[in-house]
C-alpha cells in the first residue's frame, strides 16, 4: 500500500492519462471509492496536496468529498433508520435527532470537528430526518475551512521540500500558521459553547 500511495507512483500514474480531464474524472473517483471504503479524508488531502497543485488538489478533494457524502447520504436513506441503529446503537441515534433539529449549522459543526467517521456520518445523516439539500449544504460549509488548509498546506510544504526557496517556504509556513490559528479558533468555539 505504501508503494501504491508514494507520490512518485500516483504522479507516475495521473500522468498516463490522456488529457486534464480524463485525470481529474479519475482523481475524483478516486477520492469518492476511497472516502466510501473509510479511508480518512485528511489522508486523502494530504496525499492529493502533493500529488497535484494547491488549488487543483483542493477542487479534487472537495468534488471527491462531497460526491462520496451524498452517495453515503442516499445510501442511509435506503437502508433506513433501524437498520443504521443496528449497526451502532443508540448513540446513532441521538446522533440522527440532533441532526434532523439542527439541519445545516451541526452538518457543518460536525464536518469541523468529525465525532464519526466520514462515511458513518454520511450514512447515519441519510438515514436521519435530515434533508439532503441541508446534508450537502451544510457538509460543504464544514468541508471548505479544514479541507482547504490541509491540501493547500500539503501542497505548500511539499513544493517547499522539493524546491526550496523562500516564497516556497514562506507559503508553507503561512498555511501551516493557517492551520494553528484554524485549530485554534475551533477549539476556544467548542470550549465557549
Not at 500511495?5 to 490522456?18: C, K
Not at 434532523?100 to 457543518?108: D, I, T
Request: proline share 5%; hydrophobic share 60%.
Amino acid at each position: 500500500m505504501q508503494q501504491w500511495l508514494a507520490p512518485e507512483q500516483l504522479t507516475a500514474w495521473a500522468t498516463l492519462l490522456p488529457s486534464p480531464g480524463a485525470r481529474a474524472v479519475a482523481v475524483v473517483a478516486a477520492i469518492t471509492v476511497a472516502a466510501l471504503l473509510m479511508v480518512p479524508l485528511t489522508a486523502l488531502a494530504v496525499i492529493c496536496g502533493i500529488v497535484f497543485p494547491g488549488w487543483q488538489a483542493f477542487a479534487y478533494m472537495m468534488a471527491g468529498a462531497l460526491i462520496s457524502a451524498a452517495l453515503g447520504f442516499v445510501g442511509g436513506q435506503l437502508l433506513g433508520n433501524r437498520a443504521i441503529e443496528r449497526l451502532n446503537g443508540s448513540r446513532i441515534n441521538q446522533l440522527s435527532r440532533r441532526l434532523a433539529q439542527r439541519g445545516v449549522l451541526a452538518v457543518a459543526i460536525l464536518r469541523l470537528v468529525p465525532i464519526a467517521p466520514f462515511a458513518v456520518f454520511n450514512l447515519v445523516a441519510g438515514a436521519s430526518h435530515l434533508r439532503f439539500r441541508q446534508f450537502m449544504l451544510g457538509s460543504l460549509l464544514g468541508l471548505v475551512p479544514g479541507l482547504g488548509a490541509i491540501t493547500l498546506f500539503s501542497a505548500t510544504l511539499w513544493e517547499a521540500a522539493t524546491s526550496p526557496s523562500l516564497i516556497n517556504i514562506l507559503w508553507a509556513l503561512g498555511f501551516g500558521l493557517v492551520l494553528l490559528v484554524l485549530a485554534g479558533l475551533i477549539k476556544r468555539w467548542l470550549r465557549s459553547g
